[in-house]
């Protein structure tokens, strides 16, 4: 990457920044190579975060399922944490994992946890495991609110058979000849999942990231207190595949101790470590046994860190700095926190990381954990809150005693509930990577780059004022 012009004594935001056009022989967007090469196996440049409130089972796998990878957060039990990550490992490759509800549930409850939008549903089954049948998530907007799920199916199971299926293009020519948007997937007279023409034809357009056994892959964290040598053993029996050992200030002989003692048991899996914001942390981290730094203190929509504390980097300066000494250390980058629009992420790209973690954004959306609420104006949203707020401190250290939790309380930082609303256009996490991942494979496209390391090489970075800044947006409404 090279900047237009001399680069400025302060660091810089993202909307400090903008990608220049260069001469390009890319003919085609869908002909760029977005893989991060960091050694986690993702095939698309995007981590979620590992927040509460942004990734459980369902997201990280529909996540891996697209080609990104889903870190699971550090406050579950690690009962809870390793059966989380077989349950990624459990899903389906091929198809969506399904929704399950029983038929005596009502339509409210259904719509806790789908809208009614195009391409989704519910597979209804009963207590003995008989499969009924699927409804589509529109017929739902339809039916009131109290009427039994069963009582809405009619007729005969529509459903695919998965030996019938040769490939994705193939299921998506099927379900057009018979004017199916969504229906089961079963095989052998068994639901093994769910599609919609929009699922089909992205299983054309995404490559799934995937382990050696040809299992969904899933990134689990783990904090630096107590015995972290067991956890972290224990998460790789499970089969984990990115080991993420994550702290607020990830600069500190609390993290170092635990990456060494990481690092000896030779688990044969990449460690992720943070959060840093310099070239100096980089190296100690490095030293101590990390391969992918976490690089942000204080860009999240959730986080008050830099106004409680002053503490922090301005993500894009950060990203920049840190991503340059990883790089002579053989070591990589995960850009976490900061991005708003899919720009952001190009350009954290172009920063010179190797991934962008992403948290609030995914928080509102439909596979993302916690149920649909709906606002006095009718719009859906789901709860969010920070990592260090009073919320997560009540998550995380619940089972002390009331004198040290409320000692815990008293230094809280953070935001503890925020409504992140649905967008009704993009409700799924998969309908944002489409967005995201359109975006960025348009970035490299007007940098003439064909991959991450060709874009990070020829990208060149120019600088704005805000009023460029604002120039760059859509106009909202009409003249």
Not at 36 to 63: E, F, H, K, Q, R
Not at 379 to 404: D, I
Not at 415 to 430: A, C, G, H, N, Q
Not at 466 to 477: H, I, S, T
Request: a negative charge; hydrophobic letters at 45%.
């Amino acid at each position: 990457m090279r900047f237009l012009g001399p680069l400025p004594a302060h660091d810089l935001t993202y909307s400090d920044v903008f990608l220049v056009p260069s001469r390009s022989a890319v003919t085609s967007r869908l002909d760029v190579d977005l893989a991060p090469g960091d050694g986690s196996g993702a095939t698309i440049p995007i981590v979620s975060a590992n927040m509460n409130s942004v990734t459980g089972p369902l997201l990280a796998a529909t996540l891996a399922r697209r080609g990104g990878l889903g870190v699971l957060p550090q406050d579950l039990p690690l009962q809870e944490l390793a059966a989380a990550i077989r349950t990624v490992k459990g899903q389906p490759v091929a198809w969506d994992t399904p929704v399950v509800l029983a038929p005596e549930q009502t339509v409210a409850d259904a719509l806790k946890l789908l809208p009614p939008a195009e391409g989704h549903g519910v597979v209804l089954r009963t207590a003995s495991g008989e499969d009924l049948g699927a409804i589509p998530a529109a017929r739902l907007g339809t039916a009131l609110p109290d009427a039994q799920l069963g009582d809405l199916l009619h007729g005969a199971i529509t459903a695919l058979d998965a030996d019938d299926l040769d490939g994705p293009r193939a299921a998506f020519d099927l379900m057009v000849a018979a004017g199916l948007e969504f229906a089961l997937v079963q095989r052998h007279g068994h639901v093994v999942g769910t599609l919609s023409r929009r699922s089909a034809l992205r299983g054309t357009l995404y490559q799934p990231a995937l382990d050696a056994g040809g299992r969904l892959r899933v990134a689990a964290a783990v904090g630096i207190n107590g015995d972290v040598a067991a956890k972290a053993r224990a998460l790789a029996a499970e089969g984990v595949d990115v080991l993420v050992l994550d702290t607020a200030h990830g600069h500190q002989e609390g993290m170092l101790r635990a990456l060494a003692a990481v690092k000896e048991l030779g688990l044969g899996i990449p460690i992720a470590a943070g959060n840093i914001v310099t070239a100096e942390g980089v190296r100690d981290l490095v030293d101590a046994g990390a391969d992918i730094l976490k690089v942000g203190v204080g860009p999240g929509a959730m986080c008050t860190t830099r106004m409680m504390t002053a503490v922090g980097r301005p993500q894009f300066g950060a990203v920049l700095e840190t991503a340059e000494a990883a790089r002579a250390l053989g070591a990589h980058v995960w850009a976490d926190g900061g991005v708003r629009y899919p720009r952001d992420v190009a350009l954290a790209l172009a920063a010179g990381a190797a991934s962008v973690m992403i948290g609030s954004w995914f928080a509102g959306t439909i596979e993302a954990p916690g149920l649909l609420e709906t606002d006095d104006a009718g719009r859906l949203y789901k709860q969010s809150w920070g990592m260090a707020s009073t919320k997560a401190v009540h998550e995380r250290f619940g089972r002390l005693g009331p004198y040290e939790l409320a000692r815990k309380e008293l230094f809280a930082e953070g935001i503890s509930s925020s409504k992140i609303y649905l967008d009704p256009l993009r409700p799924s996490v998969e309908d944002l990577l489409d967005m995201i991942t359109s975006g960025v494979r348009s970035s490299f496209t007007y940098a003439g780059a064909g991959s991450l390391a060709a874009f990070q090489e020829h990208a060149v970075v120019g600088f704005q004022s805000a009023a460029g800044y604002e120039e760059g947006k859509a106009l909202p409404v009409s003249w």
